[in-house]
């Protein structure tokens, strides 16, 4: 839907009036600046360009200039879409010499939450022993809640078994609570980690999907035996390290004055994270984590973020279980510092 200009025009197409003034301009070689002033789609369009002799003008810039500047980024993105097919391609090319199915049953794209979606009830239909998922993140909207009991419900009436991973902030989240709520639990396992790969379904470990692009657009349909079992046994990995639902998370380390979380994103913010790629990381908000990382100063009387880095260090805070924090870092008297 085109959105609304000033004056009721839009931003991407022309209308009548500026059809009409830009031809104008065309013919006579020029227009004056108050006549299409009132004329904003012009501008938006960068049909017109100032006038070099006189300010009060308005020069037309050649079509086909407007036309070449007005496709770049179309052509950018189809480009960048081609060189991901011929990447894909390539690569579909060297699996298929391994084995006998042809390639464009090994790997698919789908693009479209709705293709995928689709794509993914269809696997859920056909599963016949289980069903695998790493869902990364904490929040679970009642609509997403709402789609995946409508996806899951019918699989475990046929009894197959279903093993998630989640992060451990997904804890703490209604949404999850209310999903395993509605399902029988005889057939459900669930377990958590403080950190988790980006998603992964895997199905009776004979197809499996995950991410094609970072926002999730598109996804890989996965049917490569070769492909599918080495993702099966990184599945299987991540399950013996996750911690399952029902027993508490691992402690901060003995002797530590601050939460196993606060360890966790000391140690991300030492591997040099930004707030935002460790709050990804674990799984909560941007917000939550700088909540923490004050906490975290706080504690260590750090004055500023560089000096809080190097108190980390020094104090073993992010070292997980290799020792409690030296006496001076452990119960010291806080001082204001600043957060940021």
């Not at 009548?16 to 009132?38: M, N």
Request: hydrophobic content about 40%; aromatic content about 4%; proline content about 8%.
């Amino acid at each position: 839907m085109t959105a609304p200009h000033v004056d009721g025009h839009g931003t991407d197409e022309l209308c009548d009036e500026a059809v009409g003034l830009y031809t104008r301009a065309l013919t006579q070689g020029r227009i004056l600046r108050s006549a299409a002033a009132e004329v904003p789609c012009l501008a938006e369009h960068a049909l017109l360009t100032a006038d070099p002799r006189n300010d009060a003008w308005l020069r037309p810039v050649p079509p086909t200039s407007a036309l070449a500047r007005l496709l770049h980024p179309l052509a950018r993105d189809i480009l960048d879409q081609v060189r991901t097919a011929d990447l894909l391609a390539r690569t579909l090319d060297t699996l298929s010499a391994l084995a006998d199915e042809p390639a464009d049953l090994a790997i698919r794209v789908v693009a479209g939450q709705s293709a995928i979606q689709a794509a993914i009830d269809a696997s859920l239909r056909e599963a016949n022993d289980e069903v695998l998922t790493v869902q990364p993140g904490s929040t679970r909207s009642p609509e997403i809640i709402r789609v995946a009991l409508a996806s899951t419900l019918p699989v475990v009436r046929r009894n197959v078994r279903l093993r998630h991973i989640y992060q451990h902030s997904a804890r703490y989240g209604s949404g999850l609570k209310g999903y395993l709520a509605q399902l029988p639990g005889d057939l459900l396992q669930v377990r958590t980690m403080e950190r988790a790969t980006d998603r992964l379904m895997i199905f009776d470990r004979e197809v499996a999907y995950l991410p094609a692009n970072p926002d999730r657009s598109a996804a890989l349909e996965i049917r490569h035996p070769g492909l599918v079992r080495y993702l099966s046994q990184l599945y299987d990995v991540l399950w013996a390290l996750a911690t399952p639902l029902d027993e508490p998370l691992p402690a901060a380390t003995p002797g530590a004055p601050v939460t196993a979380v606060q360890q966790s994103i000391a140690r991300l913010l030492i591997d040099g994270c930004t707030d935002q790629a460790a709050a990804e990381k674990l799984g909560i908000s941007v917000r939550t984590c700088r909540a923490h990382i004050a906490k975290l100063m706080h504690t260590l009387n750090a004055t500023s973020r560089t000096h809080l880095g190097a108190l980390l260090i020094r104090s073993g805070l992010a070292e997980g279980p290799a020792g409690p924090v030296p006496p001076e870092y452990a119960k010291r008297p806080a001082t204001p510092g600043n957060p940021g």
